[in-house]
């Protein structure tokens, strides 16, 4: 008989923890079959962050770490400094990266280290049980920001990618979104871009992925993605911010 | 080998190096600038590397990444900086990465001060980073010492799987003393089939993790940990014992502190008064069954620190009511002279003869 789906060698058999509705399981899906086309699972070593992604070490069918809140970005320093030739990726979500671990996702931008960060964006802290994140939206409601985000009390919403996009160091820069299968082909598309700028040894790369947190929205799956779609890329915007040569 | 001059900080790392070190990460401070600053010289023509963190923060989760790829890593720093450390090196002993850390520790607390001190001594031993873990702490009183502690040290990390940490106060860092870089003991140590470098495709994924959700295996981990940590404790002890015979007072020092000591029983000798020089050179395990070795002479324990009081805790324990136990120090990044201690010794004798 022949073989026309299955699934990718990228991911373990282990099965996903994620609430229903929740896109991190697709953000895996899309990195594993990405390492598997490039032919790298078996020189990829990944950095789980501390967030829901926290147990990624035992999703992902490559040698894995577990980080530190927020210090992802060192740990594969560290990794990468050791073994160039190795593809090395870390898996972070907003809290880890946009907020306790900026210094760590600038610094490893600012150095050109040759690493792929997948940036899960939820616009909240999902692990914790929905508190307010540096990206979550002016007038979301979370835990902590009861009454909405206000920007007089807690600023604007964080731009990752914009920012990182203005050192010199990050090769590739793209913000994607997972909410319809066609922003899911092109966000596929980005992360084998960012992987390949890796590859090449052309410096840091980085892909912002646009996700949902229906559990902590207090939405439907379905909800969640159209709210995704309705309020989340209109104040981040998808596209290209850097590319290798442009 | 011939013996060279040397400065502290320099020696530290030019052994670190010999001791197989080829990672550095690390971020600026005083006293221990000069550890990256060789490294960062050196490391490249050894093919190692060297790279400047951002932050402590960053530089320990550096070395938790370069530990984890089966490399001999090192990272430096001063007390402040340290602190800042505690996270990562909770972490990395959670996770049982071999890696050995520099604390070239000044005054505290806060920005305290950038002169020698001995006020890291709890930092050092107790940690200040979560959980129930250890760290091996050696603390050289001489150069040399420095450069056989720093070399062996690799070997003993890669041995437990453990961190350890060299105490070294800003004297040890700042201070020029000739060095010999001898061979040092190898210890038989198992291939790091643990570590990270891909699987090729031939092996199950490994995985650097300190992460247990379920408790009854986080404590079965912990317990793992602790029948190390015991281990440590039977047979990484070290101390000296200096002067004892037919001493009436045992003085407690370790680092430059001991070396400060060592002159004082010279001139008390000459006196007529005899004291003895117990030295820990572990800081943890604390050398406990040395108190065991102090003659029936012994009237008093005095410790003396450049601290307000920290390894005195230790000494008490270890005591467990034997003698009564004295302090004199220092602070601040002051250090004892000879003779305020021998007015110290003097004042001692005095209430107990
Ligand atoms: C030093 C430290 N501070 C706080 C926490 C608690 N914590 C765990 S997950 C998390 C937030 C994660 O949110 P995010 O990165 O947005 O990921 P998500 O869970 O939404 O995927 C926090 C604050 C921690 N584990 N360590």
């Not at chain 1, 996903?16 to 020189?43: M, N, Q, S």
């Not at chain 1, 920001?145 to 590739?172: C, D, K, N, S, W």
Request: net charge neutral; glycine share 10%; aromatic share 8%.
């Amino acid at each position: 008989m022949e073989t026309i789906f299955r699934k990718t060698e990228g991911l373990t058999d282990a099965l996903f923890h994620y609430c229903p509705g929740c896109t991190h399981g697709i953000i895996h899906r899309i990195v594993a079959e990405t390492l598997e086309e490039l032919d790298v699972l078996g020189k990829a070593i990944g950095v789980a962050p501390v967030g829901c992604g926290v147990l990624a070490y035992e999703y992902f069918n490559c040698d894995m770490y577990q980080a530190a809140h927020g210090r992802a970005p060192a740990v594969a320093t560290g990794i990468k400094r050791v073994h160039p030739d190795n593809i090395v990726f870390t898996y972070q979500g907003d809290g880890d990266l946009a907020s306790i671990g900026t210094a760590e996702i600038v610094h490893a931008a600012h150095r050109g280290e040759k690493i792929t960060t997948i940036f899960v964006n939820n616009t909240i802290y999902g692990m914790t049980g929905g508190q307010m994140a540096p990206t979550t939206l002016i007038g979301q409601k979370a835990t902590t920001a009861p009454y909405g985000r206000e920007v007089a009390h807690a600023g604007y919403p964080l731009r990752i990618a914009e920012m990182l996009a203005t050192i010199q160091g990050a090769a590739f820069v793209e913000r994607v979104a997972v909410n319809t299968p066609a922003n899911i082909r092109k966000a596929k598309n980005a992360i084998r871009k960012a992987f390949e700028t890796q590859i090449k040894g052309e410096g840091f790369s980085i892909v912002e992925v646009l996700s949902t947190c229906s559990t902590n929205w207090g939405l439907t799956p379905i909800e969640a993605l159209k709210w995704l779609e309705e309020n989340m890329i209109p104040y981040y915007p998808l596209g290209n911010f850097r590319t290798p040569g442009r | 080998m011939a013996k060279i001059l040397m400065k502290g900080n320099e020696a530290i790392a030019a052994a670190a190096i010999k001791g197989g070190c080829r990672y550095f990460f690390g971020y600026p401070i005083t006293p221990q600038n000069e550890i990256p600053e060789y490294m960062a010289r050196e490391l490249q023509k050894v093919g190692g590397c060297f790279v400047q963190a951002e932050s402590e923060l960053a530089a320990i989760n550096m070395v938790y990444g370069a530990a984890g790829s089966g490399a001999r890593v090192m990272t430096s720093s001063s007390s402040p900086g340290i602190a800042l450390k505690q996270e990562g090196i909770s972490y990395i002993a959670g996770a049982e990465l071999p890696c050995v850390i520099v604390n070239i520790s000044r005054g505290g607390p806060g920005l305290g001060g950038i002169q020698p001190s001995q006020g890291d001594y709890f930092q050092n031993t107790r940690g200040g980073g979560h959980g129930d873990y250890r760290t091996l702490v050696y603390a050289p009183a001489t150069l040399q010492e420095s450069v056989d502690l720093v070399m062996e040290a690799f070997e003993v990390a890669d041995y437990y799987r453990n961190p350890v940490i060299i105490s070294g106060d800003g004297m040890i860092g700042q201070m020029m003393e000739p060095v010999e870089f001898k061979e040092i003991p190898k210890r038989e140590l198992p291939p790091k089939d643990w570590a990270t470098d891909g699987t090729k495709g031939k092996r199950k994924p490994n995985i650097i993790n300190s992460l247990y959700l379920d408790p009854e295996q986080l404590e079965k981990h912990n317990w793992r940990l602790k029948e190390k940590y015991d281990r440590m404790v039977q047979n990484e002890v070290r101390y000296e014992m200096y002067n004892l015979e037919q001493a009436e007072i045992v003085i407690v020092a370790y680092g430059t502190t001991s070396r400060v000591v060592k002159n004082v029983i010279s001139i008390l000798s000459k006196e007529g008064i005899r004291v003895g020089l117990l030295r820990p050179i572990t800081l943890w395990p604390y050398p406990e069954k040395a108190f065991d070795e102090i003659p029936e002479t012994i009237k008093a324990l005095l410790s003396v620190e450049m601290s307000t009081g920290q390894m005195i805790d230790d000494i008490k324990i270890a005591a467990n009511g034997r003698w009564p136990v004295y302090f004199y120090g220092r602070s601040g990044g002051m250090v004892p002279t000879p003779d305020a201690i021998i007015e110290k010794v003097k004042e001692i004798l005095r209430g107990q003869r």
